[in-house]
């Protein structure tokens, strides 16, 4: 599968055009659509100039990694557009950082409506979310869903690195069974509204339980009195 012209154009909007080679915020030479040496030829030198077609050529070029690493790390079927937006974000946060993501868990897991969430997981830099980040995550995620995108910058020459956030929505707290158990007898206070309150409730009916238990030991002859003669 290829990137379509609707991810391309993705793409190249929020890497940005540069025809001069200059060092991103991770101070690596990059030029064109966010190309370093990293992503093979041609090597990336100071005071290099492209053409914009050059530019161009040298991002399809690219793309290809981007693109086999996604078919790689997907084992589900995608859609032009979920394509599209995976090859964007794996484009931007690199190939091995994409296999171990959020993003391909959920999708390899079936859960493709909660993958847009996972897209917006990675909009942080140097430990803050960046707006460019939110921007582009937002528009992948709407690529995702074959929605409107937005547009903005949000390419290698803003971003030093990008994390994925982890944080999880924590799970309720349990309580104790004994508190469960005392609400439990509170609750039944509303049946006996002769009682003071839920202490005096909850001490009426362990008076009631204890008997109860002393009355079935005795019955049961687990328990005997000695009389006297």
């Known amino acids: 599968m290829r990137t379509s012209p609707k991810g391309l154009a993705l793409i190249k909007e929020f890497e940005g055009l540069r025809l001069s080679a200059y060092r991103c915020a991770a101070g690596v030479l990059t030029i064109g659509?966010?190309?370093t040496s990293a992503a093979g030829a041609p090597d990336v030198t100071p005071g290099m100039r492209i053409t914009a077609t050059q530019a161009e050529a040298m991002l399809?070029?690219?793309?290809?990694?981007?693109e086999r690493a996604v078919s790689a790390a997907v084992k589900k079927p995608l859609n032009q557009g979920q394509f599209d937006a995976c090859v964007s974000l794996c484009y931007n946060i690199g190939t091995g950082a994409f296999a171990r993501s959020t993003v391909v868990r959920r999708i390899n897991s079936g859960r493709m409506s909660e993958v847009p969430a996972a897209f917006m997981m990675w909009t942080k830099g140097g430990g803050k979310v960046l707006p460019g980040l939110v921007r582009r995550r937002r528009?992948?995620?709407?690529?995702?869903?074959?929605?409107?995108?937005?547009?903005?910058?949000?390419?290698?020459?803003?971003?030093?690195?990008?994390?994925?956030?982890?944080?999880?929505?924590?799970?309720?707290?349990?309580?104790?069974?004994?508190?469960?158990?005392?609400?439990?007898?509170?609750?039944?206070?509303?049946?006996?509204?002769?009682?003071?309150?839920a202490y005096g409730l909850i001490a009426f009916l362990a008076i009631l339980a204890v008997g109860g238990v002393f009355a079935w030991l005795v019955m049961s002859g687990r328990v005997t009195f000695n009389r006297g003669e």
Request: glycine share 10%; aromatic share 12%; no cysteine.
């Open 33 to 35: 659509y966010g190309h």
């Open 60 to 66: 399809i070029r690219d793309l290809g990694q981007y």
């Open 139 to 197: 528009a992948e995620a709407a690529l995702w869903r074959s929605l409107p995108d937005e547009t903005g910058p949000a390419g290698r020459g803003e971003v030093a690195e990008v994390e994925e956030d982890r944080t999880e929505v924590p799970a309720a707290e349990s309580k104790p069974f004994w508190m469960t158990v005392a609400s439990w007898f509170a609750g039944l206070g509303l049946a006996f509204p002769n009682i003071e309150n």
